[in-house]
């Protein structure tokens, strides 16, 4: 156990802990107004996928009084130091295996708990109307029950209810515990002192445990996704860095690189912190911070980020930041961040388990009092079995299958039509949502450069195949994805390439290539000037095609302007149509990306969005957001690249391409198969009408116990 040291200002410090025994959102509301209650606390976040807690605090005397302030409402607690970059990547554990207690305590539930309830059913044909036949079966079911209760189908939940019973806090588990110990004891009370089947519940003890086995598996399985995406992000950290010491390198682990090391990084090598470029060139590909699937030229100088991959060259850098300051880091925190929040019905849910379990109680308890008061001489044993039958009916069984059973279907059906629904949580925000915030590239286009335009120079005397002819045969062996659009259009177009002789690849400014005995020059205005080309014939058109914000390729040979080829994301389609949808149903649009402005605004004009907003990071994504929602109004984020993974997370929906990156879809809440805009109005169609059910739902299970107890 180790104490969190101060990270802000020397009387300030956060504290992190773990939590152990919370299992659903008003556990969440529980621990976190019983950290803030210490003396010193300013804040507390309480994260259910990560069985964590923050608090930010101020002269705090002593970090041991948040564990007590946490054990006094029921919860265990240890205090942990902060977490660091490498003990989050060893701590990441797969949903299958968080998850195999869950399932095995179902098995158990299954297998000990349906003998029990079909014995119950069974009994009459089994044994009867023979005085004392029903005897033995009882027996059997009494025993197969203690062992239920013993086995981890039920035993954790009995533990925590016993120790919320003796803190004195009113929790779920207590509800189900008193409910199943008293069914199970009147049922022994009646089978050893035979009193018929008036004391007998052990049917309905097996059925409460395998309900709410159910139940809390599906709430784990949705629970531990969401923490794939702090394991995506993490993987985009290299595990050791080259370290450069005099004239050599070496490896060591990233834990070990300081503020200020020398750093190689070579081709296809993702960048281990933050820092500036002091030697070296090469293309960085930033997309999982910008979106934008081109490389960055880089040279020294320039600023790189922790978790982007070096697309070609060798890099030297200077580490500026480590650790959980780094860019990748940031983005971390973010995600997980946004993660802990809770919606408005969970925020409801929590308010009514805080009354729900106290109210029951108090009503049992009064019933088995009234009852031996003024039920003559079989009071006490009327009053008993009442009692009981208002423990077993108003354990949340309905309660808590109202939301589940409404979200199996929903989900089922979204995922017919290619829509994957994270859960109950995600369904409920995607029907209440009223703006959709777009990502421009992989969302509203495909990703993928095409050729748009090509303008020959007239002192050429050339056609524009001629040109892309020209430029694919001298980029036909590049992986650049200009390069690809390139050589993609001049195959399509039927065009037979040339081999180069003499190819030569200038990070950042373009190739030269020898073509049929003509030197060929392809890239960049200023690779072509440095040649000596004269591109005033052309500076027209290359002025028009950047405004329109397009991405603009010149060739050349023996030193003469050929003419110049404009580049472009492709929309995808039906991305009018969807958008169009959207308005259709009330929902305001906006786009907002990391892209150069005239870029954005060329796409958002041929989808028919309005509202733009470019050039923002990754954070500045999750402010627009945020600034949304401080207005009051329900967001819905559609993103498929790395950096649109916070603002996903932080948004009340986030919908993400299945095919887009890892990390977007672990921090989405709605995932779409096939890449296809029109699934995302249809989601919303789902959800809305999802959010009705839940609500019927929840309206009978309240009015099922309002009328089942009395």
Not at 119 to 127: A, G, K
Not at 253 to 265: K, S
């Amino acid at each position: 156990m180790a104490e969190a040291t101060p990270t802000a200002a020397p009387n300030r410090a956060n504290y992190w802990l773990r939590i152990e025994g919370m299992t659903c959102a008003g556990c969440v509301n529980r621990v976190g107004q019983a950290l803030e209650s210490v003396s010193g606390a300013a804040r507390a976040e309480v994260n259910l996928t990560t069985q964590t807690a923050r608090v930010d605090a101020l002269h705090l005397p002593d970090p041991q009084l948040l564990v007590e302030a946490v054990r006094r409402v029921g919860y265990e607690a240890t205090l942990l130091g902060e977490p660091t970059a490498g003990a989050s990547r060893t701590e990441d554990r797969g949903t299958a295996t968080v998850l195999r207690p869950q399932r095995q305590a179902i098995v158990l539930a299954l297998g000990m708990g349906l003998p029990v309830i079909a014995i119950d059913l069974l009994e009459h044909t089994l044994t009867g109307l023979t005085p004392g036949a029903r005897f033995w079966p009882r027996v059997l079911q009494l025993l197969l029950t203690l062992l239920l209760l013993r086995s981890p189908a039920a035993a954790p939940m009995l533990v925590s209810g016993l120790r919320a019973a003796l803190w004195r806090v009113g929790t779920m588990d207590l509800l189900i515990s008193l409910g199943v110990v008293t069914a199970v004891l009147s049922s022994a009370l009646g089978l050893f002192m035979h009193h018929g089947t008036a004391f007998m519940h052990l049917h309905a003890a097996a059925m409460i445990l395998i309900f709410i086995n159910v139940g809390r598996y599906l709430e784990a399985r949705a629970r531990h996704r969401t923490a794939d995406a702090v394991a995506a992000l993490m993987r985009k950290i290299p595990r050791t860095a080259r370290r450069v010491v005099g004239e050599r390198t070496e490896e060591v682990p990233l834990e070990d690189v300081a503020v200020g090391d020398m750093l190689r990084v070579v081709t296809d090598e993702d960048l281990p912190t933050d820092g500036e470029v002091v030697g070296g060139v090469g293309s960085v590909d930033e997309s999982m911070i910008t979106g934008e699937s081109v490389p960055v030229d880089k040279e020294g100088g320039d600023a790189v980020s922790a978790g982007t991959r070096l697309a070609s060259g060798i890099l030297t850098i200077r580490a500026s930041t480590t650790g959980m300051d780094t860019t990748v880091a940031r983005m971390i925190r973010a995600v997980q961040e946004a993660q802990a929040g809770r919606t408005q019905m969970q925020r409801l849910a929590d308010a009514v388990a805080g009354v729900f379990v106290p109210i029951v109680v108090v009503i049992a308890v009064v019933t088995f009092v009234g009852w031996l008061l003024f039920g003559g001489a079989g009071g006490a044993a009327t009053g008993l079995r009442s009692a009981i039958a208002v423990l077993v009916i108003a354990c949340p069984c309905a309660l808590g299958l109202a939301t589940p059973t409404a979200v199996l279907v929903a989900t089922g059906q979204a995922a017919l039509r290619g829509i994957l629904v994270r859960d109950a949580a995600a369904l409920e925000a995607a029907g209440r949502v009223e703006v959709v915030v777009l990502d421009k590239t992989g969302t509203l286009t495909t990703g993928q450069f095409g050729v748009r335009e090509m303008v020959t120079a007239e002192a050429a005397g050339v056609t524009a195949e001629q040109v892309l002819r020209l430029a694919a045969s001298a980029e036909q062996y590049s992986t650049h994805p200009l390069a690809r659009a390139l050589v993609d259009r001049a195959r399509a177009a039927g065009l037979a390439l040339n081999e180069p002789h003499g190819y030569e690849q200038r990070t950042g400014l373009g190739v030269r290539a020898v073509l049929d005995g003509r030197q060929v020059l392809v890239g960049s205005a200023p690779h072509l000037k440095e040649a000596g080309v004269d591109l005033a014939s052309l500076r027209d058109a290359v002025r028009r095609m950047q405004s329109e914000g397009r991405t603009v390729v010149l060739v050349a040979a023996e030193g003469l302007a050929m003419g110049a080829i404009a580049l472009s994301d492709t929309i995808r389609p039906g991305a009018s149509q969807a958008v169009g949808e959207l308005k259709a149903m009330g929902l305001a649009t906006a786009m907002v990306t990391g892209d150069q402005a005239a870029t954005a605004a060329a796409v958002a004009a041929a989808a028919g969005i309005e509202q733009v907003v470019a050039q923002v990071t990754p954070q500045g994504k999750v402010d627009r957001i945020r600034a949304m929602q401080a207005a009051g109004r329900r967001v819905a984020m559609v993103g498929d690249g790395t950096n649109d993974a916070p603002a996903l997370a932080a948004a009340d929906a986030g919908f993400a391409f299945a095919a887009g990156t890892e990390v977007a879809n672990a921090a989405a809440h709605v995932s779409l198969v096939g890449s296809e805009l029109r699934l995302v109005p249809l989601a919303f169609r789902i959800a809305r009408q999802s959010v009705r059910i839940i609500k019927q739902n929840l309206f009978w299970a309240f009015f099922y116990n309002v009328v089942a107890i009395p």
